[in-house]
């Protein structure tokens, strides 16, 4: 089964954790530093805390907020749009880059947040809703890789 498919009740208990720990495989495999900055599944109704504060970056570095992301075998990035407006509140007080993992081809890159902007109005990219509701951006993964690099 896909893990788009399973229900909300287990895909909750590893959401985030992939690319999170690629993530930091990267950080030790290129002697970087980073210290855990975002909310990791606390014992909190997240629902009911400000969205700025739900969604903030996953990661701190000293040149930028480090906020994770994966996806398979869709092969498609998708980024809700509440998330995407609270991490330009976090990118005005440091920048914000995008850790992209692909589970499916195993490659990885980093996208600016300001950058992930400019890709809004290409070809191919689109909106959609998850099945709770929420509205989401779809950016194909090869336009993401295309224009991401491998460092912030």
């Known amino acids: 089964m896909a893990y788009k498919d399973e229900k909300w009740a287990e895909r909750e208990k590893t959401l985030g954790d ?6 930091e495989t990267w950080c030790a495999n290129n002697d970087l530093n980073y210290v855990r ?3 990791e599944r606390p014992p909190l109704q997240m629902w009911k805390l400000p969205a700025r504060l739900r969604y903030s970056p996953d990661y701190l570095m000293t040149k930028c907020f480090v906020e994770c992301q994966g996806f398979g075998r869709d092969q498609v990035y998708k980024m809700k ?5 609270s991490l330009h ?3 005005d007080l440091h920048p914000v880059s995008l850790y992209v993992w692909d589970s499916r081809y195993e490659r990885e890159c980093f996208v600016p947040l300001l950058e992930f902007d400019n890709l ?5 990219v689109g909106q959609g809703r998850f099945g709770e509701g929420k509205a989401y951006l779809a950016v194909p993964a090869d336009l993401l890789f295309h224009r991401g690099s491998d460092a912030p």
């Open 81 to 85: 749009f509440e998330k995407w407006g």
């Open 18 to 23: 992939i690319s999170e720990g690629q993530f």
């Open 120 to 124: 809004l109005g290409e070809p191919g």
């Open 89 to 91: 509140y976090w990118n």
């Open 37 to 39: 900055w975002g909310l």
